[in-house]
């Protein structure tokens, strides 16, 4: 079964807040690097799709439960996750960092997190990377369903650090978005692919490899990248 709306259109799902991947602008319109490449991919391939920022976790679920078709949401390739989705070609690099408040001179390493908090996504990377230190450094989680209130729980002095990714805390420190700072390096190794659950349309995978090349071949790849992250990305 294929959860395509009635009118043949692919249900994609995507996270709410995670600039500059996917977030609203002040008139409620869902923009970002993804949004513009899966847009991108579609009409290259010839696909019709309606966006439904479900949240991470939240997209997870649906995908995992055919309620939707495809995901894509700044989602990591992991080797857990292939047990239950089909991914594309990587599209994008990334890794999890950690963000500490911008005056707090204290957390300098991981060590610094012995009995302090630290605040995660559900689901995510990022928290999966807290979970398997949390015994050696011996610190708390504080969980959260988005990204923005796992920042304002950590700038507002609640949390003491955050793990995210590493392009998201970069685009909104440049921003100027946010009372943070990353004292240390992003862990390496993470690729953002699109998603389906496990044998389920396969020729959505094929058709996103398939424009992913083309776009990146025609320019409109690097354009995108440039909207969102300048001339230099
Ligand atoms: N890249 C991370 C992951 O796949 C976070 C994605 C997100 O928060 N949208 O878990």
Do not use: C, H, W
Request: no cysteine; glycine share 10%.
């Amino acid at each position: 079964a294929s959860a395509k709306t009635t009118d043949g259109k692919y249900l994609i799902g995507t996270d709410v807040t995670f600039a500059p991947f996917e977030y609203q602008t002040a008139d409620g319109e869902y923009v970002g690097i993804d949004i513009d490449i899966l847009n991108a991919i579609a009409e290259d391939q010839g696909f019709e799709y309606e966006l439904k920022p479900l949240g991470f976790s939240a997209a997870l679920q649906a995908l995992e439960s055919n309620q939707i078709d495809g995901m894509i949401a700044g989602m990591s390739i992991t080797d857990e996750r292939k047990a239950s989705f089909d991914f594309s070609d990587p599209y994008f690099e990334s890794g999890v960092v950690m963000a500490v408040g911008a005056s707090d001179d204290e957390i300098t390493s991981y060590e610094d997190l012995a009995g302090k908090t630290v605040a995660v996504k559900t689901g995510t990377t990022g928290s999966a990377f807290a979970e398997s230190i949390q015994k050696k450094y011996g610190f708390k989680l504080n969980t959260f369903e988005d990204s923005a209130n796992m920042y304002e729980d950590v700038q507002a002095g609640n949390s003491d650090a955050a793990f995210e990714d590493y392009p998201v805390m970069a685009y909104a420190l440049n921003n100027d978005r946010l009372k943070l700072k990353l004292p240390t390096e992003a862990e390496p190794g993470d690729n953002y692919g699109f998603a389906v659950n496990k044998g389920m349309n396969p020729e959505l995978i094929e058709q996103f490899n398939a424009g992913l090349i083309n776009i990146r071949a025609n320019g409109t790849y690097q354009e995108i990248l440039d909207t969102y992250l300048g001339e230099n990305s």
